[in-house]
């Protein structure tokens, strides 16, 4: 009987289920939707139980489809990983939720954000975490529910309160409550896990007034964590070998497990991550360290660096300004102009992430003439994607000594040539994509094949062949290339920006 992998990504706006033969390739694919309730004051809330839902149904649905059409029989599935939304957690007692999941998005926790740092907390948080202090990461917003929610803290204050990412939520249902664990790149996104240790850390917990919580126990990334029917769509439970955060796991799937190997996530934002190797680096002030992945015997840190706005550049061109009506046009009204005519967009609509942290900034676009065209501003909305990239690249380079070799990009700007190519040019390095889109269900396939000791490790893991393209640097000796002498003029308007 032939093996195949199941793999669950759940993420913010639904869960997609995939299942993967040995060899790396898709055979069939379902999805399920996901509600997110966002409120006026900046809260981003779901539904514990539709979390879980979504992946039942996106699990039964993708079996369906694998037996109507004769591609495998259920029974050949041989095991299951899960890559989730990070940040997001869940809070519960024996009775079940205390209060909807709090999504990564929510901003409730500003305020004791920004008390901690005046508290003088936050160098002592970034050393043990490796994490900034911002609502972005769990453990903020968990004090935030402990101070305002009278049932969570009694909950809590009594001892019955189990906290969990989505991982450690699903497994639990899955389970029927009886495992209670988590991974190791899950944890280190909580503010409440010491990335020196690999454990939870009581001084963090006591910094953000959460003592009393149960947590749960943290695995690698490849771990044997449970078994499960998925109620009863399998006639003999599935083993769970993987659980992972989704860009971790795209990092995996990227096989970036060299030190200096990146990946670059590109959609409405854009997370990159750089593998670190096996010891924490020094701290960088401009990215922050985190867990890449974990394997039995083996942890691989990373550096990462958000980028707030990417695609949402894009979308408010075509949207608010009606600069162009079809995105997938936006390559050759690129290429309609030979350069951006001295434009240059600062994407601050929303705040600049890294380098520069300047959340309170504005966006603009500068160099305008009366002989800029629409062609002009969208090209140079395009350019500062790779822009921003190499921004976070150039500044962990020089606070960590720790230098991208290579990059691998996936998301969906991945898919336009132009700024693919740009970002080669930019960055002086080839560019990767995959041919398929779904790089962060194949590295949760790939660390469950590790697991379930389908694979033998990463070296087994890293020889699939699989279907890539490459988008190799410009090179005109010594003198820079336009892309290169465009992130200068850029930079140079970014450093005006964030100086103001």
Not at 219 to 235: G, L, V
Not at 335 to 348: I, Q
Not at 460 to 489: C, F, I, K
Request: hydrophobic share 40%.
């Amino acid at each position: 009987m032939s093996r195949y992998i199941l793999a669950i990504d759940q993420g913010t706006s639904g869960t997609k289920s995939i299942v993967f033969s040995l060899a790396g390739h898709e055979v069939a694919s379902a999805s399920a939707p996901l509600h997110t309730k966002y409120t006026p004051d900046g809260k981003a809330e779901q539904n514990p139980e539709a979390i879980y839902r979504s992946v039942i149904d996106s699990v039964a649905a993708c079996v369906r489809k694998l037996e109507t059409y004769a591609l495998i029989r259920r029974g050949e599935i041989t095991c299951a990983g899960i890559a989730n939304q990070r940040e997001t957690f869940v809070l519960w007692d024996d009775n079940g939720p205390l209060y909807d999941a709090v999504v990564w998005q929510c901003k409730r926790s500003v305020d004791i954000c920004n008390e901690l740092k005046e508290a003088g907390a936050e160098p002592e948080i970034r050393d043990r975490s490796g994490l900034i202090l911002d609502p972005y990461f769990s453990g903020t917003k968990l004090t935030s529910l402990l101070r305002n929610v009278p049932s969570v803290r009694a909950s809590h204050d009594a001892g019955d309160a189990h906290f969990g990412t989505v991982d450690t939520w699903l497994v639990h249902r899955l389970t029927g409550g009886r495992v209670y664990a988590t991974d190791q790149t899950n944890a280190s996104r909580t503010l409440l896990f010491n990335i020196h240790t690999l454990d939870w850390d009581e001084e963090l917990a006591g910094i953000l007034g959460t003592p009393l919580l149960r947590l749960p126990g943290v695995y690698p990334s490849a771990h044997q964590f449970s078994e499960s029917t998925f109620e009863e769509i399998f006639d003999t439970p599935v083993p769970i070998t993987a659980m992972i955060g989704d860009s971790h796991a795209a990092l995996f799937g990227e096989r970036c497990y060299q030190p200096g190997e990146a990946k670059a996530t590109l959609g409405t934002g854009s997370s990159i991550l750089i593998n670190a190797g096996d010891t924490a680096p020094s701290v960088s002030p401009s990215a922050m360290t985190t867990i890449g992945f974990g394997l039995p015997g083996r942890t691989d840190y990373a550096l990462e660096g958000i980028v707030v706005s990417a695609g949402s550049v894009l979308n408010w061109l075509q949207r608010d300004l009606a600069l162009f009506d079809d995105p997938s046009r936006l390559d050759e009204i690129a290429h309609s102009v030979v350069d951006t005519g001295g434009v240059y967009v600062v994407p601050g609509h929303a705040g600049l992430g890294a380098p520069f942290w300047k959340m309170d900034a504005k966006g603009s676009i500068a160099g305008l003439t009366f002989g800029t065209s629409k062609a002009h501003i969208v090209r140079a909305a395009l350019e500062c994607i790779p822009y921003q990239i190499r921004s976070i690249v150039d500044a962990i380079a020089e606070e960590t000594g720790i230098h991208c070799r290579s990059i691998r990009a996936d998301g969906g700007i991945s898919r336009n040539e132009f700024v693919m190519q740009w970002m080669a040019d930019t960055l002086g390095l080839p560019v990767h994509t995959f041919i398929f889109p779904d790089v962060t269900a194949l590295g949760a396939a790939l660390l469950a094949g590790i697991g379930a000791g389908i694979y033998s490790g990463i070296g087994e893991v890293n020889s699939l062949a699989l279907a890539e393209r490459v988008r190799d640097p410009a090179h005109s000796g010594s003198v820079e290339t336009p892309a290169q002498t465009g992130y200068a003029a850029w930079r140079r308007h970014m450093d005006h920006l964030v100086s103001l």
